[in-house]
């Protein structure tokens, strides 16, 4: 078997280009070589996934693939810059990142995917970043309740952004009579002196000072006494004072008494 030959430099050669684009050397000897040209070629981006919008505290996730005509993609390096509000900044290093936002405002990610060559291809995304209110969860606020009697109210709350441990609880009671409580904590109560319609409203703030309110009514009632105890004797002589006792109560009230002369 014979080895090709290369162009001679003692002959003419011809170059065009075939349909199927190659680059071909045509000799006068019948002779023909395929000549290949190879160029450097840049990394393309073929994926760039940054949000557009994201919650403080929260991980924002950040993903690019690139692809190399000449060199593949096992050899291209994906490298990520974010910076952000406040001399933020932090490097990253995949296809695949994340990072959490300290701080609410405008935050710049950038891809550059580099190979051997250090041709660089590069992209970025602007983030917004903000801080979302308290979600409250939970909010127990009876709707009828008896004069005179402890109300007990009681809320919870969680948020995105931070942990719960950070709220804070603020309940305001009003009511007939100029009525008004302010009471701090999830959970808390009170005494309603008066009847009427009662109005609970619990504010719960973040550290940011944004806040989620939930109000409910509470109709309290003047129930009707009970008597829980008397005390009448059996027997009694004629114009003897005879002493009749009767304990009544309102959750319950002083006992009071009741003489009858006969």
């Given at each position: 078997?014979?080895?090709?030959?290369?162009?001679?430099?003692?002959?003419?050669?011809?170059?065009?280009?075939?349909?199927?684009?190659?680059?071909?050397?045509?000799?006068?000897?019948?002779?023909?070589?395929?000549?290949?040209?190879?160029?450097?070629?840049?990394?393309?981006?073929?994926?760039?996934?940054?949000?557009?919008?994201?919650?403080?505290?929260?991980?924002?996730?950040?993903?690019?693939?690139?692809?190399?005509?000449?060199?593949?993609?096992?050899?291209?390096?994906?490298?990520?810059?974010?910076?952000?509000?406040?001399?933020?900044?932090?490097?990253?290093?995949?296809?695949?990142?994340?990072?959490?936002?300290?701080?609410?405002?405008?935050?710049?990610?950038?891809?550059?995917?580099?190979?051997?060559g250090g041709i660089v291809e590069m992209m970025s995304g602007r983030i917004s970043v903000e801080n979302n209110a308290?979600?409250?969860?939970?909010?127990?606020?009876?709707?009828?309740?008896?004069?005179?009697?402890?109300?007990?109210?009681?809320?919870?709350?969680?948020?995105?952004?931070?942990?719960?441990?950070?709220?804070?609880?603020?309940?305001?009671?009003?009511?007939?009579?100029?009525?008004?409580?302010?009471?701090?904590?999830?959970?808390?109560?009170?005494?309603?002196?008066?009847?009427?319609?009662?109005?609970?409203?619990?504010?719960?703030?973040?550290?940011?000072?944004?806040?989620?309110?939930?109000?409910?009514?509470?109709?309290?009632?003047?129930?009707?006494?009970?008597?829980?105890?008397?005390?009448?004797?059996?027997?009694?002589?004629?114009?003897?004072?005879?002493?009749?006792?009767?304990?009544?109560?309102?959750?319950?009230?002083?006992?009071?008494?009741?003489?009858?002369?006969?």
């Open positions: 078997m014979t080895a090709p030959r290369g162009p001679s430099s003692e002959q003419a050669y011809s170059v065009a280009i075939q349909n199927d684009g190659k680059i071909v050397a045509a000799g006068t000897d019948d002779t023909n070589f395929e000549l290949v040209r190879y160029v450097e070629t840049k990394p393309i981006l073929s994926s760039f996934i940054v949000p557009t919008h994201a919650s403080l505290g929260q991980q924002i996730q950040l993903s690019g693939l690139a692809t190399d005509l000449s060199e593949g993609t096992s050899t291209l390096i994906h490298n990520w810059k974010i910076i952000g509000p406040g001399g933020f900044q932090v490097d990253l290093s995949g296809i695949n990142v994340s990072f959490v936002a300290p701080v609410v405002g405008d935050f710049v990610a950038t891809l550059s995917v580099t190979y051997g308290p979600l409250i969860t939970g909010f127990v606020v009876p709707t009828h309740w008896a004069q005179g009697q402890r109300v007990r109210l009681s809320g919870v709350a969680t948020d995105l952004n931070q942990d719960a441990a950070t709220l804070t609880y603020q309940w305001t009671v009003t009511g007939p009579n100029s009525f008004v409580a302010v009471l701090p904590g999830r959970n808390v109560s009170f005494i309603a002196p008066d009847e009427g319609t009662y109005s609970a409203t619990l504010v719960v703030i973040d550290a940011q000072g944004l806040s989620a309110t939930s109000s409910g009514d509470i109709v309290v009632e003047n129930i009707a006494p009970t008597i829980t105890g008397l005390v009448v004797p059996a027997e009694a002589l004629e114009g003897e004072r005879v002493r009749l006792t009767t304990r009544v109560c309102r959750s319950c009230g002083p006992m009071a008494s009741i003489t009858i002369i006969s």
